[in-house]
Nanobody
Framework: QVQLVESGGGLVQAGGSLRLSCVVS????????MGWFRRAPGEDRDIVAA?????????YYADSVKGRFTISRDNARNTVYLQMNSLKPEDTAVYYC?????????????????WGQGTQVTVSA
């Protein structure tokens, strides 16, 4: 059974940093693309960042987080990270990790097959 478990969320002041982690178990990790999404209260789940699977090496970022967030993966640890710097109150949301079998990045929610339960990030003004 495939499991994605996020951690690292919490409460932080504006301008602060957090690093989210997502550990994947139960499937081959390195070949599939991974994504981070977020859902703010009353809004849809939106892409934040994504990273291709092996052997490719490229990333995607939503315009709202470019220059502030960095996605990375450690295939030896079956883990994907989201480093979030210069956090803003509008970054407040539940953050979800997602995985797909294809190595290609996509921003489409429904093209990710596996999802974590989410971790809350709250940024105070």
């Amino acid at each position: 059974q495939v499991q994605l478990v996020e951690s690292g969320g919490g409460l932080v002041q504006a301008g602060g940093s957090l690093r989210l982690s997502c550990v994947v178990s139960g499937r081959t990790f390195s070949s599939g693309a991974m994504g981070w999404f977020r859902r703010a209260p009353g809004e849809d789940r939106d892409i934040v960042a994504a990273i291709t699977g092996w052997p490719y090496s490229s990333t995607y970022y939503a315009d709202s987080v470019k220059g502030r967030f960095t996605i990375s993966r450690d295939n030896a640890r079956n883990t994907v990270y989201l480093q979030m710097n210069s956090l803003k109150p509008e970054d407040t949301a539940v953050y979800y990790c997602a995985a797909r079998s294809s190595a290609a990045v996509t921003t489409v929610v429904n093209e990710y097959v596996y999802w974590g339960q989410g971790t809350q990030v709250t940024v105070s003004a």
